[in-house]
């Protein structure tokens, strides 16, 4: 047969086939074939399918299906409730050679404007309907009018997607948009799928590509492969492994590779985390997780758990372990380190202020119930102090921490927590180089309250050895209390050489104005165990603090003080240098010093003062006793503005009048001071000098 023949007779043939083909599509019956395909669909997924609109069939010699509105819904599910898919339109390319056989083939699928609605409840019946689908969702001829149909896809495109997920009906709902999606099977007869899709996930773009299936030909044959890998917002997730059972969710088994280079940047941007408008972006740093997920998609399980964030000159975290019930935030058993150069760096991720101070820390977290995590063997270095104990974590309500503490040494400044600062500023004080109106020592920034309500505290906390500025605690123990808003330091003890102090500190932020009560009882204190900077070296005292305040800053708070203040302090010195000289000027005026003494020898100073409405008044009440004289002070300071006004005689008849403010008092004469009682001997005549102001003090308690 010559070729021009030949082509000529292949050409007829095709021409009847493409004939045949068109008569045999003309043959269906749409309305019969949704009818059938509703039935067949309930049966292989349990899904309602609806058909919103018109299903036509274009004839040609590629035949195209179109639907009009395309949407499945689960059983039961009311007029209300939106379908779980639904599909604005649906278009398909059909094989023409497979009509001729009165068999209908799809060879691509196009879904345009797909909107899938997943709750936990309807995610099982989703993925039901796509292993359907994947695996050659297919029924038999019902008649001449409805073919025998397979669907074995070539290709599905999706365009314009939106996947609504609403995770509960108290959480908010996440949103994922894809602009484009494929799923390109390795044939039109099955195997491996490849899968490509773009969109985003709360405003932030992302890709994911890989390959999943083939599906197993037998339930149970072996897992449904999956090997993804996906980018978004600088995260690199990567998942290898199987499902066994794609329609149920059961049988996970996969391999979890995930890391970026900021983890605050993806906990916004997938909206697991806010930023307060015009707040700059804090750097957490680097993260990188790795784990075995199994179990199935209602209850995952973590193990093989090895997770890595941050860096050290913010934070340093490693966990290895494994969470059973992730979901539920639950399930925990992990070694925990965490490491950082200091603690200014994770300080600035808290907004707060913070030394310093080397941190390291190691502890065990497991779970301990519904909403409760326990830190088990906790040790940690901060600076200079070390802590170790156990701690229980209450996440359900209010956040509550409760356990014990326990430390060697635990200095209170290397958590940026040391009041006694404060006092180094008094000492230090000295006027401004250039002018200011507001010259005060006390400072009249807000104290940071607010922190107070979001959590609860009830800790047990024990010091072998406490530095509080230049003074050092022994044997120091509290039971330390946060309640709504009202903060608790109780059962406070702590030795200071052989004597003991006993106390406890309120602070209640409950109300709109804040109050603070602070009790202190200190007996046979000794003062060789403070180091410098202390303005008296040497001796023993006893100490007694009674007063209450209200206010939100330190100033609010000291201009409000109610109570009472006695100390008392025997065989002590006076260093010269103290508060700028002034009391070493004042002493040495009154008895008769060379001024060149340093320390001034002092047998005791005795002060009882009394406070109320934020003044402190001294009514003969301050007795100061040397090798040369006796001195008796009386006077106020008033701690709303920090005026001072104290008179003093001694028994010489030397008066001197201390002025001012705290932080730039001045000695003068000016004014006459409170007279001494007339001396009197141990028979009770007047002229005798062992009269002792101290001990008269004293006797009034």
């Known amino acids: 047969m010559r070729p021009a023949t030949l082509i000529k007779f292949i050409l007829v043939a095709g021409l009847l086939l493409a004939v045949a083909a068109i008569a045999a599509a003309k043959s269906v019956n749409t309305e019969r074939y949704k009818t059938v395909m509703i039935e067949r669909v309930r049966a292989a997924t349990g899904l309602t399918m609806i058909f919103a609109g018109p299903v036509k069939l274009r004839l040609g010699l590629s035949p195209r ?47 345009i ?3 899938l609605h997943l709750t936990p409840t ?5 993925a039901g309907a796509i292993a359907a689908a994947t695996g050659g969702l297919s029924f038999d001829r019902v008649g001449d009018e409805v073919p025998a149909t397979r669907f074995a896809l070539g290709e599905v495109e999706l365009k314009d997607a939106l996947l609504l997920w609403q995770p509960g009906p108290d959480r908010a709902e996440t949103q994922i948009t894809l602009s484009t999606g494929r799923i390109r099977p390795e044939s039109i007869e099955g195997g491996p799928m490849a899968l490509q899709a773009k969109g985003q996930w709360s405003g932030t773009d992302f890709e994911l ?11 149970g044959q072996r897992p449904f492969p999956v090997r993804l890998k996906g980018t978004i917002s600088g995260a690199v997730v990567v998942a290898r492994g199987g499902i066994g059972d794609p329609v149920s969710g059961e049988g996970l088994d996969l391999e979890l590779d995930a890391r970026g280079d900021e983890l605050h940047d993806l906990l916004v941007r997938t909206g697991l985390a806010t930023l307060p408008e015009g707040s700059p972006a804090p750097v957490i740093g680097p993260y990188k997780v790795s784990a075995r997920l199994t179990g199935s998609t209602r209850a995952p399980a973590l193990s093989n758990v090895d997770l890595l964030i941050g860096k050290h000159d913010t934070v340093l975290i490693k966990a290895r372990g494994e969470v059973t019930a992730p979901l539920d935030l639950s399930g925990f058993d992990l ?23 080397l941190v390291r820390l190691t502890t065990r977290l497991t779970d301990d119930g519904p909403g409760r995590w326990r830190l ?22 209010r956040p509550r921490l409760t356990g014990r503490l326990n430390a060697v040494s635990l200095a209170l400044a290397d958590f940026g927590l040391d009041p006694a600062r404060l006092l180094d500023t008094a000492a230090t004080a000295s006027p401004p180089a250039v002018a200011v109106a507001d010259n005060r020592i006390l400072p009249n920034t807000p104290l940071a309250l607010d922190p107070l309500g979001a959590f609860d505290l009830d800790l047990g906390l024990t010091a072998a050895r406490l530095p509080f500025g230049t003074l050092v605690l022994t044997d120091a123990a509290a039971l330390l209390r946060l309640s709504d808003n009202h903060l608790t330091l109780s059962d406070l003890s702590a030795r200071l050489g052989d004597g003991t102090m006993t106390g406890q500190v309120s602070l209640d932020a409950s109300e709109r104005i804040p109050s603070l009560a602070l009790r202190l009882n200190g007996k046979n204190l000794d003062l060789t165990r403070i180091g410098s900077g202390f303005p008296l070296e040497g001796g023993h005292a006893d100490l007694a603090v009674d007063v209450r305040g209200r206010g939100a800053t330190p100033r609010q708070i000291a201009a409000s003080l109610d109570g009472t203040i006695q100390a008392a302090v025997t065989e002590t010195g006076l260093l010269a240098s103290t508060a700028g000289g002034v009391p070493a000027r004042l002493l040495t005026a009154l008895d008769g ?34 090798a040369r004289a006796a001195i008796l002070g009386s006077g106020t300071l008033d701690l709303r503005n920090e005026g001072l006004d104290l008179a003093f005689t001694a028994r010489n008849g030397s008066q001197i009048r201390l002025r001012g403010d705290l932080a730039t008092p001045l000695v003068g004469t000016d004014s006459p001071a409170p007279r001494l009682p007339a001396p009197r001997t141990a028979a009770g005549r007047s002229g005798g000098i062992d009269a002792s102001p101290c001990r008269t003090l004293l006797s009034r308690h």
């Open 376 to 397: 088990a063997g906790l040790k940690a270095q901060v600076g200079d102090s070390d802590l170790g104990g156990d701690l229980l974590l209450r996440l359900t309500g």
């Open 122 to 126: 309807t995610a099982p019946a989703a």
């Open 113 to 115: 404007r797909p909107t």
């Open 65 to 111: 299906l179109s639907v009009t509105g395309l949407g499945l819904s689960v059983p039961g599910a009311s007029s209300d409730d939106p379908p779980l898919l639904f599909v604005d339109r649906v278009e398909a390319r059909v094989g023409l050679l497979p009509l001729l056989f009165h068999q209908f083939r799809t060879e691509r699928l196009v879904l």
């Open 209 to 219: 590509a890989g390959i999943v299936g083939p599906a197993p030909a037998r339930k």
């Open 335 to 357: 070694a925990i380190t965490a490491e950082a150069d200091s603690l200014t760096g994770p300080g600035h991720l808290l907004g707060l202020d913070l030394p310093a101070s």
């Open 593 to 626: 010093g060379t001024g060149d003494e340093d320390p001034i020898d002092l047998r005791c100073v005795v002060a009882r003062i009394g406070l109320k409405a934020g003044i402190a008044r001294a009514d003969r009440a301050i007795a100061i006793e040397t």
